[in-house]
Every structure is written in C-alpha cells, then in structure tokens.
C-alpha cells in the first residue's frame, strides 16, 4: 500500500513538473510572439523600403515577402495576428512605403490604408485601350469607359513628336498602340485618366529613343505583336508582311480582323467584314495600330528580315511558326499542323 501511494506521488510530482514546464514553454512563446508582434527589427531605422501587394497575395506570401525584406522579425507572427484579428481581409494591393522602425501592427495597419497605397497597373503587351480600360475598371479606381474617353479627349498632342495628330485624331481610339506596355505605379485615392496616360506616353517616348520609326512601324508592330512570339521570328513575320505589302498583296493578318469582331476566333461571315480592318480582304495597312505593341516588335518593324517566305503559320499546339515559300506548301502545312 504504501508502494502504491508512493507511485501515486512520484506521478503527481512529475505530472506538476510537466505542467509547470508546459507553462514556461507556453509563457515563453507567448512572450516571443508579443515580442515579434509589438517590437519592430530596427526602432531606429526609418528608412523607406518600397513595398509591392499584388492583387489576391495570399497572406502567408504577404509575410514571407515582409520577411524577406526584413521588414518583420517574423513571417508566423505576422499571419497569425493577421489570422487571430481577422485583418487580412483589410490588406490592399498596392505599392506601400515601409520601414523597419514599424511593429507588425503598424504596418498592418499601413498596408490597409487607401490613402498610402500607390495602385500598381501592368499593361501586357497587346492590350488594347479597351483592355486596359477594363483593367482600370477592375481596380475599382475608374467607371467604366472613362479611360477611353480621356484617350479621346487627350490635348498634349505638342509634347510628342511620335505622335501624328491628324492622322492619329481621326481613329476611334486615338492612342491606340502607344500606351506602351509596362507596371505602373498610380494614385488610387486622386487618380485621373491622364496620369496613367502621360505616363505611359513618356515611357513610350524613352523606349523608341534609339529607333527610327513612324506611323506604319507601329502599326506593323502592333500586328506582329499579336501574330507571333520570338524576336526571330517576329523579325521574318515582320519581313514577310512588309514584303506582301509592297507587291500590291492584301497582308492577310488575322490579328487585325480579330481586332474589330472582338472575338478568338474567324467565321466565314467575318471574312466579308467590308473594314480596313479586314486585311484579309482589303489592300494596306489598318488606318490605325491594333494594340500596344513591345520593344521587341517595334524593333522588328523597324527592322525585318528578308527572306524567301510568303505565308505562316502557328502550330496549336506549341506556338512554333511554320514558313511557307508558296501556297501550295502554306495549303500542305495547313492540312499537317492545324
């Protein structure tokens, strides 16, 4: 008996020791997590460090990326207080100035704020106004079709050179094709339509810099863009189309019928589309560009390779261009690869 009350003991006593040892542990974390949460990496570092939140991050990438920035002590401490206190769903998309003399609240709190947050736009390339328009829209930082009016309304025509205005201003989108495609970093709170505009048209300007080019360079460009990939071959495709152009051909480009059905695919019915958009039916280039092409097509208008080939096509499956010397080999690689 007195064995037993002697085991009943000895239990007790380590069950005390564990509890007590569960207790520090638990004290400890506690105050490790307080410590991560409430004490930032560096108090005296108020040195703005640019950070970026892409629209849907999910949390745990928001605080690894905190993290890896060295922002935070703590990437677990910050999704879970993030978690405990449901703020994630406060967290914007945006372009945020931080500094490491911020805790975790604080910069939650930053983060979640409209009034400090640069909204960040990418423009693909190929997009056209309509596109970004819709885009803008998405962002909740304009009504719909505001940006294609203010295309439409757009005055600074004199600080352009590249930029035809007689010509340009007869379009149904005037700036087609030299919104240049890149990130944007935009005011979402005092956003203007012109701001992204001007922007993109300087960005324009600084890219074309070193190239020689024209109405029709971009408006080549801005087919190419949306017919093939790969510096190489944008280069023969962009040769291809100047070639069927000067020999009186129509240059037969899908991207520009696509550009006015709005749609992936070609019917039979759009083929007869009477529309200098046609360019399967009607000789010339379109009267306008088709989308905002890269530097890479430009480059390619700007500068084509000569060869023996008339006809192309991309095969579904991997992308890859397939050259014609005739017709009748353009027909048999029709058959093969589509």
Known sequence: MYRNH???????????KLTLSLVLLAGICFWQYNNYIYNSVDENDDTNISFQIKQG???????????????????????????????GENILAGRFLLNKGMNIPEIIEGISDPSQAEAIITIQEGLRIRDIDQKLVDMGIIESGEF?????????????????????????????????????????????PSDLIYLSLDN???KIADIDIDEEI??????????VFGIEDRRIVSGILWKRLESGWTIGADATLLY??????ITSADL????????????????????????????AAANPTKSEYWFYLTTLDTGEVIYAKSNEEHNQNKVKYL
Request: charged fraction near 30%; proline fraction near 6%.
């Open 148 to 192: 294609i009016e203010a295309t439409k309304n757009f005055n600074g025509w004199e600080y352009y050179s590249f930029l035809d205005q007689k010509s340009l201003e007869k379009l149904e989108t005037p700036l087609e094709g030299y919104i240049y495609p890149d990130t944007y970093f935009l005011d979402s709170i005092e956003f203007n």
């Open 204 to 206: 324009f300007e600084r």
């Open 272 to 299: 007869e589309i009477d529309s200098p958009y046609n360019t399967r039916k009607n000789g010339g280039l379109p009267p306008g560009p088709i989308s905002s092409p890269s530097i890479e097509s430009i480059e």
């Open 218 to 227: 971009i408006i080549m460009a801005s087919i190419i863009e949306n017919e």
């Open 260 to 265: 006015i059905t709005d749609d992936r695919t």
């Open 6 to 16: 002697y085991k009943r003991r000895k239990k007790k006593r380590i069950l005390l």
């Open 57 to 87: 991050t999910p949390i745990k990438e928001i605080a690894a990326n905190l993290k890896e920035k060295e922002l935070i002590k703590s990437d677990t401490a910050f999704y879970l207080h993030t978690k405990f206190n449901n703020l």
